[in-house]
């Protein structure tokens, strides 16, 4: 329900003065047009969702992976039926989170901008630091020096800071009549000099395309445009390792039957291989250690015809688990094999006598297994399949740990604390006893939902949540 809240961006009527009025097509019309196909994953659509910025995400923009002339790409395409494409905190971070995936993977970037610039009364927010907006203009630089392609098309407003991003693009397409692109819109120009100039003449396509040299196609229309970007796309001599088409096996298991496994009671942790039967080919599955630290499940498999080495909570992270964890992590990164991390760690409540010579000793081995996942020079992929707690999360390579992805079932909590093991029974006689459970029940009903899968991936702590029977995939 959620993502088909998303998929219609601003609303009907948004949608209507954008493609009628205006004569645009809609951002996800403009994709399609793009792609080779409809194998397109969407990366973190809930952001925004729910947050002080109105009832639609307010990000403004989509970003997402697919194939362009049997290239993959990612895309950031800003989304005009949205507070017409301004840009906000939120929408910054997601555009930075794409550069950070095509360099990271290296993957060329396709831009299509729609935007009417940064939203100025959030402007400290989105600015002036190094996370903010004038990050993506640096990214853009430093990829070409990566000789990492980027394109660009104008197919709308493109004002203020977001005329640097087609700017300082290697090709750029303007589309005449719809596409702009200039510092600062007519409005500003009356207010400043008296002068009244329309769009066109200030930034047009004709104008940028004969005078100006900032783009460097002019498209009559948006069909056309997208047409001169596959076109560009194919003479960019950027053709990445043809992709082999492997034979695999699917499971012995249903995918489907993930839904009925995926755990909603955190008090306990479901047996982890029950999850990989179904998500690896031919449920094959060749186990690393399998008698010793049995809390933590590491092993080989292949998924959709990809070896990858498998880290799976079975339990929470014991001494021995932990250190056959760093073992096994750095098998994998000796031999190049990308690794799978599958979170579900189930809270323990932590006792007086824990502090002891075993407590200290299953930290020293997490503390080992954090610098083994850091240090591997591998791919890696994260999913949250149930609870996310603490240390753990950071040990099974959270978002703190830069995995190339990170994805969230939907019934996946990522939490310091689970909020059900705080004490709830002041001491009697206590005259602050009501006060107390006063914070406390406010307390924990805080921390209930900031747990939750939908808090996360709306503050794009995540690449997104999906749906369990799609995890092979995504």
Not at 58 to 77: D, P, R
């Amino acid at each position: 329900e959620l993502l088909e809240t998303v998929s219609k961006g601003g609303g009907e009527n948004a949608i209507l003065r954008h493609t009628q009025r205006n004569k645009k097509l809609f951002v996800r019309e403009r994709l399609k047009l793009l792609l080779d196909d409809e194998s397109f994953l969407e990366l973190s659509p809930l952001a925004g969702l729910n947050m002080p910025y109105g009832d639609v995400p307010a990000a403004g923009c989509l970003t997402g992976i697919g194939k362009i002339c049997g290239v993959w790409c990612v895309f950031m395409a800003n989304d005009a039926t949205v507070k017409g494409g301004t840009i906000y905190p939120i929408g910054v971070k997601k555009q930075l989170r794409a550069q950070e995936i095509a360099m990271q993977n290296r993957l060329l970037s396709v831009y299509l901008v729609d935007s009417g610039g940064a939203f100025l009364p959030l402007q400290s927010e989105l600015f002036p630091d190094k996370s903010h907006g004038g990050r993506v203009f640096y990214n853009e630089a430093i990829m070409s020096a990566m000789r990492i392609p980027q394109v660009a098309v104008v197919c709308g407003s493109c004002v203020a800071g977001g005329a640097y991003v087609p700017t300082m693009a290697e090709e750029t397409v303007i589309i005449d009549k719809i596409g702009t692109l200039f510092l600062a819109g007519p409005p500003l120009v009356k207010a400043a000099t008296g002068e009244y100039v329309s769009p066109e003449d200030l930034g047009g396509a004709k104008l940028h395309s004969e005078v100006s040299g900032c783009s460097d196609h002019f498209a009559s229309s948006e069909k056309e445009a997208y047409e001169c970007i596959r076109n560009v796309i194919s003479t960019l001599n950027y053709d990445p390792l043809p992709e082999e088409v492997i034979e695999h096996d699917s499971p012995l298991y249903s995918s489907d039957e993930l839904l009925g496994l995926a755990p909603q009671d955190y008090r306990c942790t479901l047996p982890v291989k029950l999850i990989l039967s179904r998500l690896m080919d031919g449920s094959r599955f060749q186990e690393f250690k399998a008698n010793y630290g049995t809390t933590l499940v590491t092993g080989f498999g292949h998924m959709e015809g990809h070896l990858v080495g498998i880290v799976a909570n079975n339990g929470e992270l014991s001494h021995d688990a932990s250190l056959k964890g760093s073992h096994f992590v750095q098998l994998c990164s000796q031999r190049s094999i990308p690794i799978l991390f599958l979170q579900n760690t189930a809270p323990h409540i932590a006792k007086p006598t824990s502090i002891s010579q075993a407590h200290s000793n299953r930290l020293k081995a997490q503390a080992s297994m954090m610098a083994a996942v850091a240090c591997a020079a591998v791919p890696k992929i994260t999913i949250v399949i149930g609870g996310c707690y603490g240390s753990e999360s950071y040990v099974m390579c959270g978002r703190s740990f830069s995995p190339n992805f990170l994805f969230l079932w939907p019934n996946a909590r990522v939490a310091l604390v689970d909020s059900r093991h705080f004490s709830t029974v002041p001491q009697a006689g206590d005259n602050d006893c009501t006060r107390d459970e006063s914070e406390l029940k406010h307390l924990k009903e805080k921390l209930e939902e900031e747990s939750s899968a939908f808090y996360s991936s709306a503050r794009l702590w995540d690449d997104g949540v999906i749906l369990p029977q799609n995890t092979r995939k995504v």
